[in-house]
C-alpha cells in the first residue's frame, strides 16, 4: 500500500492557517518583526524559483509602498521598514498561499476558517464553563499592555487560541486573537465567499450549509458590535443579489434565520432591558462614543479618527506618524492616508477594490465588501486584513478557474 503524501495542499492549508495569524493574532503581536522578515524571505525565494511573473503584481504594490514610505521618511520623518514590512507582509502571506494552488485555495480557506471556528467555539464553552482547566490546557501565558486603556491584560494561549479574562473578554470567543472585533476579519471573509462566490469554493450543498451555520454560531459568539453589523450587512445584501449561481434555498433560510433572530432580540431586550443582548452589545456600544474618555473604546476610536482625518489635512503628502499612537488604536482604514498620504492610499484603495469591477462581480457585492472592509477598518488599526483579502485576491485571479457546486 502506497500512501501518497500532497506536499502542495499541507503547504496550502499551512498558509492559510498562517493568513488566520497575520490577522492580528497574539502570536503575530508577540513575534512580528520575526513573521516579516521571515516571510520576506520566503516570498523572495518563491518569486525568484517558483512563482516568477505571478509575483508581479503584488511585488509592483510593495515596491511602490516602499518608495512611499522613503520619500515620507526623507520629508516628515517617523515612518520606517518595519511600518512598510507590515503593510506588505499583510497582502503577500495571502498572495503566496493563494498561488501555491491557485484554484483550491478558495474553498480551502473555508475550510480552515471552519475548522479555527469549531475549535474557537469548543475553547469558548470551555472557558466559561471551566475557566481553570482551559488555562491549563492552553499553557501559554502572556501579559500585554493595552495602550488605549492603560492596563495590562493577561492572555492564555496562542497557536489556536487565546483566552483572557481581562476587560469583559471572559464570556466571548475572541479566537487567537487578543479581542473579538480582529476575529471578524477571517470569519467576515469566509463568509462573503460562502454566500457571494459559491462558484469558487468546490463545496458540495451539504457543505456550504455546514460551514455557514459554524461560522454564523461563531459570530454570534464574539458578541462584537463590529461583527454583527458586517454580518447584517452581508446578509442583507445577499438577499438583494439575483445570480443563478446562488443557492435560493440558502437564501430562504437567512431570511428565516434574520426574522427568528429579530424576534429573540426583541423579546430578550423586552425581559432583560439594559442587561439584554441588544443593549450591552449594541447600543451600550453606540452610546460609548465620548471622544474625550480615552478609557472607553468608542472614544478611543473616535478620537483616532479624528486624529488622521486632520492629519490628511494638514500633510496630505504623509505625516509619518500620529501624535497620539502611544495612547490610542483603531482607524487602520484611515492611517495609510496619514502616514504615507493621499496618493499611496488611492493607490492601496483602487488595488483593493478594482477585482470587483475586474471580474463583474456585481455593484450589491461591491458595496457590501466595502462596508464590511471599511466598518472593520475604522474599528481595528490595519489596512490590509488578510483574511478579507483573500477576496479580491482570489476574484482577481480565479476567472476561468471556478469551480460549480457539486
Excluded at 71 to 85: C, H, N, P
Excluded at 302 to 324: F, H, V
Aim: hydrophobic fraction near 50%; charged fraction near 15%; glycine fraction near 8%.
Amino acid at each position: 500500500m502506497i500512501i501518497r503524501i500532497d506536499v502542495k495542499q499541507i503547504i496550502q492549508y499551512l498558509a492559510i492557517y498562517f493568513i488566520a495569524v497575520f490577522s492580528g493574532s497574539i502570536m503575530f503581536v508577540l513575534n512580528q518583526s520575526a513573521f516579516l522578515y521571515g516571510l520576506l524571505v520566503i516570498y523572495t525565494i518563491s518569486a525568484i524559483f517558483r512563482f516568477r511573473f505571478r509575483m508581479k503584481e503584488p511585488m509592483l504594490l510593495s515596491g511602490f509602498l516602499l518608495l512611499s514610505v522613503f520619500f515620507v521618511r526623507m520629508i516628515s520623518g517617523g515612518i520606517g521598514v518595519e511600518t512598510w514590512l507590515l503593510y506588505s507582509g499583510q497582502f503577500l502571506i495571502v498572495y503566496y498561499a493563494y498561488l501555491v494552488d491557485p484554484p483550491k485555495f478558495a474553498g480551502r480557506y473555508v475550510k480552515i476558517v471552519t475548522l479555527l471556528s469549531v475549535i474557537s467555539l469548543g475553547c469558548w464553552l470551555m472557558q466559561i464553563i471551566m475557566p481553570d482547566v482551559l488555562k491549563i490546557i492552553l499553557q501559554s501565558r502572556v501579559d500585554l499592555y493595552n495602550k488605549s486603556q492603560t492596563y495590562t491584560t493577561t492572555y492564555y494561549g496562542q497557536l489556536l487560541y487565546t483566552f483572557s479574562e481581562g476587560s469583559g473578554l471572559g464570556i466571548r470567543n475572541a479566537g487567537m486573537y487578543s479581542e473579538p472585533g480582529r476575529y471578524q476579519g477571517i470569519l467576515h471573509g469566509a463568509i462573503f465567499m460562502l454566500l457571494f462566490m459559491q462558484e469558487y469554493l468546490g463545496l458540495s450543498k451539504k457543505q456550504l450549509y455546514t460551514y455557514l451555520i459554524i461560522i454564523f454560531v461563531t459570530i454570534a459568539s464574539t458578541q462584537s458590535t463590529t461583527g454583527y453589523l458586517g454580518l447584517f450587512v452581508m446578509l442583507i445584501g445577499f438577499l438583494l443579489v439575483n445570480r443563478e449561481t446562488i443557492d435560493k434555498r440558502v437564501k430562504r433560510a437567512i431570511l428565516f434565520i434574520i426574522f427568528a433572530l429579530t424576534l429573540f432580540l426583541i423579546y430578550d431586550f423586552y425581559r432583560n432591558g439594559a442587561n439584554s443582548l441588544l443593549a450591552s452589545v449594541v447600543i451600550g456600544k453606540l452610546e460609548d462614543t465620548d471622544i474625550t474618555d480615552m478609557a472607553s473604546s468608542g472614544g478611543a476610536r473616535l478620537r483616532m479618527i479624528e486624529l488622521c482625518i486632520n492629519s490628511i489635512i494638514e500633510k496630505p503628502w504623509g505625516a509619518g506618524t500620529l501624535q497620539a499612537d502611544g495612547n490610542v488604536v483603531s482607524a487602520g482604514v484611515l492611517r495609510l492616508f496619514a502616514y504615507l498620504g493621499i496618493i499611496p492610499g488611492i493607490v492601496a484603495t483602487v488595488w483593493l477594490f478594482r477585482p470587483f469591477i475586474k471580474a463583474n462581480i456585481g455593484v450589491i457585492e461591491l458595496i457590501v465588501f466595502a462596508f464590511v472592509y471599511i466598518n472593520l477598518g475604522l474599528a481595528q488599526t490595519y489596512f490590509f486584513y488578510p483574511g478579507l483579502l483573500a477576496v479580491p485576491i482570489v476574484l482577481n485571479h480565479c476567472r476561468g478557474t471556478k469551480h460549480l457546486l457539486m
